[in-house]
């Protein structure tokens, strides 16, 4: 019913910016909050920024003053600006989103995951 798609990674190399942007689409009645994660090889899953949906954002000091969270709720759209990218950066980064949908048996809230899209940051 939902589906989650993150697009913009790539290659760049350090000290450089890219924008990730994570589309929400289906029978969506709302979004409550949507996250950031990343996870490289042989590393746990980080979370690494939250957004409410008010706007409201929270960061993980690694990224705190380079990574900036955003959403348009019209688009059922999520972002993510990367700026000042070091090699340690690198990973597979993922969209989370907690959305309420309209059932046969009232609203209720999934959690739903993106399938991922690869950052690669070269030193």
């Known amino acids: 019913q939902v589906q989650l798609v993150e697009s913009g990674g790539g290659l760049v190399q350090a000290g450089g910016s890219l924008r990730l942007t994570c589309a929400a689409s289906g029978s969506i009645f709302s979004i409550n909050g949507m996250d950031w994660y990343r996870q490289a090889p042989g590393k746990q899953r980080e979370l690494v920024a939250t957004?409410?949906?008010?706007?409201?954002?929270n960061y993980a000091d690694s990224v705190k003053g380079r990574f900036t969270a955003s959403r348009d709720n019209a688009k059922n759209t999520l972002y993510l600006q990367m700026n000042s990218l070091k090699p340690e950066d690198t990973a597979v980064y993922l969209c989370h989103a907690e959305i309420q949908q309209r059932t046969e048996w009232g609203i209720k809230s999934y959690s739903y995951w993106g399938q991922g899209t690869q950052v690669t940051v070269s030193s």
């Open positions: 957004i409410t949906s008010g706007g409201n954002t």
